[in-house]
């Protein structure tokens, strides 16, 4: 079954004009997003939460690719694109990701020290949690794709739904803050490894678990089958 799903990459307003539904029936799981200009674009904002909404819809799963600063270092562009990712993973079907890149041209040491610290501190979350929530999300919709699919694997989607959505509300909300306080004061503690390590921990063992029992459905379902 795995062997016959693929994926593809569009720009959110390419979504509009093709037929998911047949796609998805067809094998398509899985839509790369093209982000490029859409931060800080409130109109094109609402292209991308169209084009999410069209998607989930279709059980269709999303990714993309987000630099924090992007081109443009400034404690605005981080503002901007928390609003972008917010769009994306507002209802937990996606794992809030994001990356760091080192610093490229002039841009203040000001900015440059919160660049390094924040990046210090989601790395664990990025690298780990939200790697294995995306895994996560791939495991269930191959799972629902399957024939005679496993019974308790919507009970399981809703759990991962709202472990996801707590993940990325926490991330989100860390790096909001952050920035701002930083931007403010040229300080912050929230993104001390002592406060920042536990979250991560807490939502990494309940993701564990909910894999477990996910696993355990797999022997009984196949004892029926028997």
Same mark, same amino acid.
């Given at each position: 079954?795995?062997?016959?799903? %693929?994926?593809?990459?569009?720009? $959110?307003?390419? =979504?509009?004009?093709?037929?998911?539904?047949?796609?998805?029936?067809?094998?398509?799981?899985?839509?790369?997003?093209?982000?490029?200009?859409?931060?800080?674009?409130?109109?094109?904002?609402?292209? !991308?939460?169209?084009?999410?909404?069209?998607? @989930? *819809?279709?059980?269709?799963?999303?990714?993309?690719?987000?630099?924090?600063?992007?081109?443009?270092?400034?404690?605005? &562009? !981080? @503002?901007?694109?928390?609003?972008?990712? @917010?769009? =994306?993973?507002?209802?937990?079907? &996606?794992?809030? &990701?994001?990356?760091?890149? $080192?610093? /490229?041209?002039?841009?203040?040491? %000001? #900015?440059?020290?919160?660049?390094?610290?924040?990046?210090?501190?989601?790395?664990? %979350?990025?690298?780990? #949690? +939200?790697?294995?929530?995306?895994?996560? %999300?791939?495991?269930?919709? !191959?799972?629902?794709?399957?024939?005679?699919?496993?019974?308790? /694997?919507?009970?399981?989607?809703?759990? #991962?739904?709202?472990?996801?959505? *707590?993940?990325?509300?926490?991330?989100?909300?860390? !790096?909001?803050? +952050?920035?701002?306080?930083?931007?403010?004061?040229?300080? &912050?503690?929230?993104?001390?490894?002592?406060?920042?390590?536990? @979250?991560?921990?807490?939502?990494?063992?309940?993701?564990?678990?909910? +894999?477990?029992?996910?696993?355990?459905? *797999?022997?009984?379902?196949?004892?029926?089958?028997?």
């Amino acid at each position: 079954m795995e062997s016959d799903l %693929w994926s593809m990459s569009c720009t $959110p307003g390419e =979504i509009a004009a093709q037929d998911f539904q047949g796609l998805s029936k067809r094998g398509l799981y899985l839509v790369q997003l093209d982000l490029t200009g859409m931060a800080g674009d409130h109109a094109r904002l609402r292209e !991308v939460e169209v084009a999410v909404q069209t998607l @989930r *819809r279709t059980g269709i799963l999303v990714e993309y690719e987000l630099d924090l600063f992007a081109t443009a270092p400034r404690f605005a &562009t !981080v @503002r901007d694109n928390v609003a972008l990712l @917010r769009a =994306i993973v507002a209802d937990g079907t &996606t794992p809030a &990701t994001f990356t760091v890149s $080192p610093r /490229v041209g002039e841009c203040s040491p %000001w #900015l440059a020290a919160y660049r390094e610290r924040v990046g210090v501190a989601v790395q664990p %979350w990025l690298a780990g #949690l +939200s790697g294995r929530l995306k895994d996560a %999300w791939t495991e269930i919709v !191959v799972s629902e794709r399957r024939p005679g699919r496993l019974s308790g /694997v919507a009970a399981h989607r809703i759990a #991962l739904q709202r472990l996801t959505l *707590r993940s990325n509300t926490e991330l989100l909300n860390l !790096v909001a803050d +952050s920035a701002r306080e930083y931007e403010l004061t040229g300080d &912050t503690q929230l993104l001390e490894h002592d406060l920042v390590a536990p @979250r991560i921990a807490l939502l990494t063992e309940t993701l564990v678990a909910l +894999s477990n029992r996910l696993h355990a459905l *797999r022997p009984a379902a196949l004892q029926q089958a028997g």
